[in-house]
């Protein structure tokens, strides 16, 4: 009989040999025709399933609200940089993604995996924070460089209160706030932060919408998809602030000699 060639790439995710293309099994025809948005597409693509519209519209929203925090972040300031220097769009946009990390932005699977360790051992938050510090590491999701106790992050609030009302289970997001009661007794700026909150807030949505198994929920953990999320959504920013700077035709960034400490 034939014996088929070994292929040298493998793809389970879509198909574009038919008449049209599928994501995860959805033509396009549905998808334009149908009820279906941005985080449906992210659902069929990244998850390989659909999930529920209070699931699409948390990830919609978390898209939305991570899209940009200004031209003074790390990202952005890359971007406009790299924009002043006169380089193309893509190089714009991959100067400010890599900044990207556990510092800024690349915290929400380092939270998903600490907080679901920490919750799912029972670990009370002074000990979960304690523990961290012992190793010499920061809690991922708690902290922020303008946010604090009396100056809360409204990404965060909105989030949560859009979770407190539509999820069938928020108990990531009281483990999460209730390390932050904890570390904000220590310093006014340990807030929970976006990353923390999406954080915490994905795991609730793995772990009661019923559409994935525990297998599957500690897959996306360890694989690290959450980050994704961050990149995705502050790539629309990035471009905004690389077109921004070519609109306004910007010179050559140097960073003034006054603002450097010499000490050679
Ligand atoms: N856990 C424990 N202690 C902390 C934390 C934390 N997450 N963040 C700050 N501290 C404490 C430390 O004692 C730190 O002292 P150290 O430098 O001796 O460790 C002290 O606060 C002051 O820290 P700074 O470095 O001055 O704080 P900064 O304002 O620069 O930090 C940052 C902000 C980078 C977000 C920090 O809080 C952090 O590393 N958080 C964890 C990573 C994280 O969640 N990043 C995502 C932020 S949200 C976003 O980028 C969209
Ligand atoms: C962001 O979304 O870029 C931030 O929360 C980081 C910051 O310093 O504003």
């Known amino acids: 009989g034939k014996v088929r060639a070994p292929t040298h790439v493998v793809s389970t995710i879509c198909d574009d ?118 190793q010499g590491k920061r809690v991922p999701g708690i902290g922020h460089r303008i946010k604090s106790k009396d100056n809360r992050d409204k990404r965060v609030e909105l989030l949560q209160n859009y979770a407190e009302k539509f999820f069938p289970a928020t108990r990531y997001l009281q483990y999460a706030v209730s390390v932050e009661e904890y570390t904000l007794g220590k310093a006014a700026n340990l807030v929970l932060n976006v990353d923390g909150c999406i954080g915490a807030l994905f795991l609730d949505l793995l772990s009661s919408s019923g559409a994935f198994s525990a297998k599957e929920v500690d897959e996306v953990i360890s694989i690290g998809y959450l980050n994704g999320l961050f990149v995705l959504a502050r790539s629309i920013g990035l471009i905004g602030h690389a077109l921004d700077q070519k609109r306004l035709q910007e010179p050559l960034y140097r960073h003034p000699w006054e603002d450097v400490l010499y000490t050679s």
Request: net charge neutral; charged share 25%; hydrophobic share 40%.
């Open 17 to 134: 040999r038919g008449e049209e293309p599928t994501y995860y099994g959805v033509t396009m025809s549905e998808l334009i025709t149908g009820d279906y948005g941005i985080g449906d597409v992210l659902a069929l693509l990244w998850f390989k399933r659909k999930l529920p519209k209070y699931a699409t519209k948390f990830i919609e929203m978390c898209l939305m609200l991570c899209a940009d925090h200004g031209p003074c972040v790390s990202g952005a300031h890359n971007s406009i940089v790299t924009s002043r220097a006169g380089k193309d769009l893509v190089s714009c946009l991959v100067s400010g993604l890599l900044t990207i990390g556990p510092r800024f932005g690349g915290a929400i699977d380092d939270a998903a995996r600490c907080f679901k360790e920490a919750c799912d051992k029972g670990l009370a938050p002074p000990d979960f924070v304690e523990g961290l510090k012992r």
